[in-house]
């Protein structure tokens, strides 16, 4: 038991690790390794025979049909060791002396929606099953239907199988239902108390025979379904003596309360965290300028192990960094910086130097920001434009089968967020007849279907873009600047997108963005402010990342020696 102490431990805190502890606690119990046999119990052997000479007794009787002779479990049927007292036995052995006393319920086709009365007799379906609640539905037949389903009625402490999608969920027949039958998507076993009673076999069903080869791979395709019943009866069971099933059960009872306890100290633990994180984040956003963001980072720095417990809880804090770094607060500004109004001239300038020299076509004019479409205060120095007076915006064309190979044949073309990285771009296709090329540092932005808004950065001489694809060209200014401005407006894209069944952004959704421009020299600092701060993410998500393979692995190890 010192195993199972550990377990708890060690899982607690591991990912996944309660729901791990409670499918351990099962798994030892059905394994005889939950709690100390007692030389003193019944052995399950002799149990056995009592059961069978009280079932020929009524088959001599004529109170039972006689069913057919059940063969020993072989050796080979034996999936691992019992315990000294234990047996192995069949399904069969296990239920009531009754006919019927496992069924599956009717074929679909033997309860019709037409014959359904507004009372009378109820049909039982899977969602009683799912959730234990047997006053709810409101499907009934009338007493004609129900004589010739019989063999399928429901009666209390039966126990109710779900069978199809949400397969292998029990509940137990209270003493108070409405009369009815079970529908096709149920099974129902009455189980012989005197050898294993129900509250035994709601740890047995999910801990063993889910598990077992004949159950795990289930059939179907779209939705699973559980095997017959003809081959759950030829799955051979562990059974112990009757005692001992009560002090299982018992044991499993207190764990499991015990994993309650976890699972709510869990919980507030994590809310605690939430709050915290969101209060830390709350700071950063809200920091007035770069003083206050840094006395606010040192906060979050300091405080890492209390904030972040995950790797993906560190997606919120690299997102705070960049919306902070196009606001204006991560960097201090320098009164010396030549103010973003003198480069937007020069900008104005290259590009129409660029218009006449016909290396970029001529754009249409766009409007001034309003001060209604300025979503905050910029920094002194900065200025509110229009994207498109600051860049040439070039859309990708679609390139048919034939048009492009993966043999390397041509230059790269990337058709979309499927070839895109953490940054740059790898190229899976390859054409020789390109129609669109994007150049080296042109930022990447996808246009079209579920990834609207992703970006990367072109590293490569050149490539083909496919329709899916924009690709911005900065005339003067830092590429990592825009490209951060770009990551920080994901949320502006997706909202832009037509809402179609295949969202999209239009040209006009690019070009007429509002965007926070720094002074050069400036957007050079806070590149560099923003490098630093995301790689401390990164660092923190690889260690966060490495704790949890670590519990994972120190987890899988103490579920893999206690069961062994």
Not at 99 to 106: L, M
Not at 411 to 440: C, N, Q
Request: net charge positive; glycine share 6%; with cysteine.
């Amino acid at each position: 038991m010192k195993t199972l102490e550990r377990a708890f431990e060690v899982m607690a805190d591991a990912p996944s690790g309660v729901k791990r502890l409670r499918e351990l606690i099962l798994q030892l119990a059905v394994q005889g390794k939950l709690v100390p046999q007692d030389p003193n119990d019944e052995p399950a052997s002799i149990l056995l025979e009592k059961i069978a000479r009280e079932k020929a007794k009524l088959v001599k009787e004529g109170k039972i049909k006689k069913g057919k002779e059940l063969p020993p479990v072989t050796d080979e049927e034996k999936p691992y060791d019992l315990p000294k007292g234990w047996e192995w036995c069949w399904l069969e052995h296990l239920c009531a002396h009754t006919n019927n006393a496992i069924k599956r319920g009717p074929f679909g086709s033997a309860i019709r929606k037409d014959m359904f009365v507004s009372s009378g007799y109820k049909i039982y379906e899977q969602k009683h099953a799912i959730y234990g609640d047997f006053s709810i539905g409101s499907y009934y037949i009338n007493e004609t239907h129900f004589d010739k389903l019989k063999d399928f009625e429901l009666f209390p402490g039966d126990i109710l199988i779900s069978c199809a999608g949400t397969v292998g969920k029990l509940s137990i027949v209270p003493g108070s239902i409405e009369r009815g039958i079970i529908n096709q998507a149920l099974l129902k076993i009455r189980l012989n108390d005197k050898i294993i009673p129900n509250q035994y076999f709601l740890i047995l069903f999910p801990a063993y025979l889910m598990k077992s080869d004949t159950l795990t791979d289930l059939k179907g395709t779209a939705m699973k379904n559980i095997v017959s019943v003809k081959e759950l009866r030829s799955i051979p069971i562990p059974l112990p003596p009757l005692a001992e099933q009560k002090r299982i059960v018992e044991k499993v009872d207190r764990l499991m309360a015990l994993c309650d306890k976890l699972e709510e100290t869990r919980k507030k633990k994590e809310e605690r965290r939430v709050a915290m994180n969101a209060s830390a984040l709350d700071r950063l956003m809200n920091a007035s300028g770069p003083e206050e963001f840094d006395s606010a980072w040192r906060r979050v720095r300091d405080n890492f192990h209390l904030l972040y417990d995950r790797p993906e809880t560190v997606k919120k804090l690299r997102a705070a960094i960049l919306q902070l770094a196009v606001q204006g607060k991560l960097v201090p500004q320098d009164p010396n910086d030549e103010p973003a109004s003198i480069l937007l001239e020069k900008i104005a300038r290259e590009k129409s130097k660029l218009v006449k020299e016909g290396k970029i076509r001529q754009g249409k004019d766009l409007p001034l920001v309003s001060d209604d479409e300025k979503p905050y205060e910029l920094p002194k120095g900065w200025e509110w434009v229009r994207l498109g007076i600051l860049i040439d915006l070039i859309s990708g064309q679609h390139l048919v089968n034939g048009q492009h190979n993966n043999k390397g044949q041509g230059i790269p073309y990337l058709t979309g967020p499927a070839d895109f990285g953490d940054i740059h771009p790898t190229a899976t296709r390859w054409t020789k007849e390109s129609k669109v090329e994007a150049i080296m540092n042109d930022i990447l932005i996808t246009v079209k279907g579920a990834g609207v808004g992703k970006a990367n950065i072109l590293a490569m001489e050149k490539c083909s873009i496919g329709r899916q694809i924009m690709a911005i060209r900065i005339i003067d200014g830092e590429i990592l600047y825009f490209y951060t401005w770009v990551l920080a407006s994901l949320r502006y894209f997706q909202d832009a997108s037509d809402g179609s069944t295949v969202p999209g952004i239009g040209r006009d959704d690019v070009m007429d963005a509002t965007f926070p421009l720094p002074p050069l020299p400036e957007q050079k600092r806070i590149v560099a402010k923003v490098n630093r701060l995301v790689a401390l993410c990164d660092k923190l998500e690889t260690t966060l990342a490495a704790s949890r393979d670590k519990a994972t692995s120190l987890a899988a190890s103490i579920v893999n020696h206690a069961t062994a």
